[in-house]
């Protein structure tokens, strides 16, 4: 591997300050590495960039400066099977920073001069004129609900807040319409369904342990019973690290589909309303582990 990498930093993400990128690209010079950095200017960019490394390079080692949300984009603008992922975790819930048990920035760094990898995993999500992949989860029903509802201004002002406004609002307008759920061909009727790709969700909380970012195949969460104070009963004993608890199934599998017209969100971001199919992709990138 080249010495030669590129760092797509999203000025943006929670835990981003100057200070903390010019630390990290000095620890990664001192490392013997050759960073060149490249700051997001919108939601896209981390993509772009992403794609055009690919294009420049036939092994680029790209490392995602941000939170999940930089490093669902840098994933979106590769080639399978080409790339080195590095992460360094500056933004808000850094999900991913808690599945590789990463302890801070410098942790990260350190890590990334080592340059020791994993085959990284990955989702791909397919529905009408959409193809997104992700990393950590495919959420269609009650939190694509939320994800869709939460409004801009309320973001603004509240922060994470706005996310608990949305989860009231879509609890008042319940959805009680069951979800057609497909699982390596076993039909299996539900409301509500999280495809699973990491064992975290929305932080440290574990919703789904066995699944894995080096594993190929998914742990699918699917949530049976329509009942809204199911969810919310879900919701406390996945906080409390109680895990999922009766009325939810558990299982593993390797293409799903999913019917209806549900609202989906992918690593935390709304992308469109089901029918969708997600189907597991192993070896996408290795990963800075
Ligand atoms: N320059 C920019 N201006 C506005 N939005 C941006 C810019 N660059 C990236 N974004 C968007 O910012 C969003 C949030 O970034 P990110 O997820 O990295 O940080 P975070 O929300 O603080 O962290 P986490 O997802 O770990 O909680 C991303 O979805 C990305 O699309």
């Known amino acids: 591997?080249?010495?030669?990498?590129?760092?797509?930093?999203?000025?943006v993400s929670g835990g981003y300050s100057e200070?903390?990128?010019?630390?990290?690209?000095?620890?990664?010079?001192?490392?013997?590495?050759?960073?060149?950095?490249?700051?997001?200017?919108?939601?896209?960019?981390?993509?772009?960039?992403?794609?055009?490394?690919?294009?420049?390079?036939?092994?680029?080692?790209?490392?995602?400066?941000?939170g999940d949300g930089t490093v669902n984009g840098v994933l979106n603008g590769l080639e399978p099977g080409r790339a080195t992922l590095g992460y360094i975790p500056f933004g808000t819930a850094n999900v991913l920073g808690r599945e590789l048990g990463l302890r801070s920035a410098g942790d990260a760094v350190a890590r990334i001069v080592r340059r020791e990898t994993r085959p990284l995993a990955t989702g791909l999500l397919e529905g009408f004129g959409v193809r997104r992949r992700f990393f950590l989860m495919a959420g269609i029903g009650f939190d694509g609900q939320v994800v869709e509802g939460v409004r801009s201004d309320e973001k603004k002002r509240f922060g994470a807040g706005a996310y608990l406004l949305s989860?009231?609002?879509?609890?008042?307008?319940?959805?009680?319409?069951?979800?057609?759920?497909?699982?390596?061909?076993?039909?299996?009727?539900?409301?509500?369904?999280?495809?699973?790709?990491?064992a975290r969700y929305g932080g440290p909380f574990v919703l789904a342990p066995g699944a894995s970012l080096f594993q190929d195949g998914f742990r699918v969460v699917l949530i049976r019973n329509p009942s809204r104070w199911r969810y919310l009963f879900l919701a406390l004993r996945v906080v409390a690290g109680r895990g999922a608890g009766g009325g939810v199934s558990v299982l593993s599998a390797r293409r799903v589909t999913v019917g209806g017209n549900k609202p989906v969100q992918v690593d935390g971001d709304f992308?469109?309303?089901?029918?969708?199919?997600?189907?597991?992709?192993?070896?996408?990138?290795?990963?800075?582990?």
């Not at 009231?168 to 999280?194: K, M, N, Q, S, Y």
């Open 19 to 66: 200070t903390a990128v010019r630390a990290a690209v000095d620890a990664l010079r001192r490392g013997g590495l050759a960073p060149h950095l490249l700051l997001t200017g919108g939601p896209d960019d981390a993509a772009v960039f992403a794609a055009r490394l690919c294009a420049q390079e036939e092994h680029p080692f790209v490392i995602a400066a941000g």
């Open 167 to 198: 989860a009231l609002r879509t609890f008042a307008a319940w959805d009680r319409r069951p979800l057609e759920v497909e699982a390596d061909g076993v039909a299996i009727p539900c409301h509500g369904a999280v495809i699973c790709n990491a």
């Open 271 to 289: 992308i469109c309303h089901s029918p969708v199919t997600v189907t597991a992709e192993a070896d996408f990138a290795r990963l800075v582990v």
């Open 1 to 11: 591997m080249s010495d030669r990498c590129t760092l797509i930093v999203n000025p």
